[in-house]
């Protein structure tokens, strides 16, 4: 069964910088569409960004001129540069392929005012 495993969260100050990666077992991440996703306290999962199997990109408007996601196939991993960082940001992030595949644990940001 295929895994992903994000990292690269933390503490970060409102304006500050955060790289995410998802990690997956197998070279899924070539064949498939991948989203972050996010999850703040007490709210729904959210689409963030999406990046095709060819490489094209969106974003939700929240982020959009922000975050840039992307993909190393031969690292079996997507990237999700956050710049200019908002405490609304503040969330659990999640990656996944589009069908979507078992979800990780996910990585905590959070952003201090």
């Known amino acids: 069964q295929v895994q992903l495993v994000e990292s690269g969260g933390g503490l970060v100050q409102a304006g500050g910088s955060l790289r995410l990666s998802c990690a997956a077992s197998?070279?899924?991440?070539?064949?498939?569409?991948t989203g972050w996703y996010r999850q703040a306290p007490g709210k729904q999962r959210e689409s963030v960004a999406f990046?095709?199997?060819?490489?094209?990109?969106t974003y939700t408007d929240s982020v959009k001129g922000r975050f840039t996601i992307s993909r190393d196939n031969a690292k079996n991993t997507v990237y999700l540069q956050m710049n200019s960082l908002k405490p609304e940001d503040t969330a659990v992030y999640y990656c996944?392929?589009?069908?979507?595949?078992?979800w990780g644990q996910g990585t905590l940001v959070t952003v201090s005012s």
């Open positions: 996944n392929t589009i069908p979507p595949i078992k």
């Open positions: 197998t070279a899924i991440f070539s064949m498939s569409g």
């Open positions: 990046i095709s199997r060819g490489g094209s990109t």
